[in-house]
């Protein structure tokens, strides 16, 4: 009796042995090496991007990753689109966009839960500026045309009266051309994400006049949580390569984790030296402003899709909200594997 309970016992250990070490095995990776399309990696509202890139996740996950930095969301949106990228580390939006033009593309981790976009009028160009019908006919900059910048642009304006029609939008970037088109007086006015707009608001360049920099500003400009940041990909490819796609997620919640208790001297010697924009001091400033609109978890929370869908038809004619299917513009499948993992 009591070997055969010895006997039952080991077996019983044996296969649970067998159990753990399935579920720790790394499932084999459909693709190792993955391009991913960005447009301005500099700005904060892609550095989970920069963290899991910097701190080495994506090799922890056996990804070699290759990312393409453009001057706009809506260039790398292009990418991915042509077949010269697998996956676009882009806004929510453009798979909202996507859709509308029947092209099936897929949200699968988040990284960004507001825009961590202002808008900001020249007080050199501007300084008479009263009210946002003052903007007709001027020219505004956007990281590109087209990009999340150009769309929080046109929203603006639209609650002035204006069309997108009324105005130029003339394409900057998000780094140190952004601050010099606008110290130039190339632009009037500008739409853009941190850290340019807290540079430029701290030396006092810009007026702000809308912000989505914080949860607050968000819900008070867009009357909800707006999903922003995060990868996604054509449905087709994360159909055929769920791996792959598990271990991009993993790689980006593991930066969320480590993003929640990095110190401000963590975040300096983790980003490169010229996202610093010559100013550590104005640049940690700058995190300290967006730091709250960082994604937790990677999870898409159940209400953005929806903010976000009522934002974009609010202004775009061409996005009809009865004919988007608010279901296929995300998973959290992946999100939610890589969130137990790392219990972040």
Known sequence: MLNRRLFTSAGALAAATIAVRRLHAQPKLEKTKV?????????FYYLPLTISEQLGYF????LEVEISDFAGGARALQAVVGGSADVC???????????????????FVLQGRAPQIAVGVS??????????ADLKGKKIGVSAPGSSTNMVANLVLSRGGLKATDV????????????TALRSGQIDAISNTDPVMTMLEQKGDVKIISDTRTLKGTQDVFGGMMPAACLYA???????????????ANAIVHGLKW?????????IKTVPEAYLLGDRALYLASFDKVRESIAIDGIVPADGPKTALTAIASFDTSVKADK????????????KRAKDRFKA
């Open 168 to 179: 130029s939008y003339i394409g900057v970037g998000v780094a140190a051309g952004a601050l």
């Open 234 to 248: 054509s449905m087709e490819y994360i159909q055929k390569n769920p791996n792959t796609c598990q271990a991009l």
């Open 324 to 335: 988007i299917d608010i279901a296929k513009l995300y998973t959290n499948e992946f999100a």
């Open 259 to 267: 993003l929640q208790t990095a110190g401000p001297g963590d975040i």
């Open 89 to 107: 580390c882009g806004a929510f939006e453009h798979t909202i966009n996507l859709q509308a033009k029947n092209q099936a593309f897929q949200c």
């Open 35 to 43: 391009s991913i399309a960005v447009g301005g990696k500099a700005a």
């Open 59 to 62: 090799k922890a996950e056996g």
């Open 123 to 132: 007080t050199k160009a501007m300084p008479n500026y009263k009210a946002l």
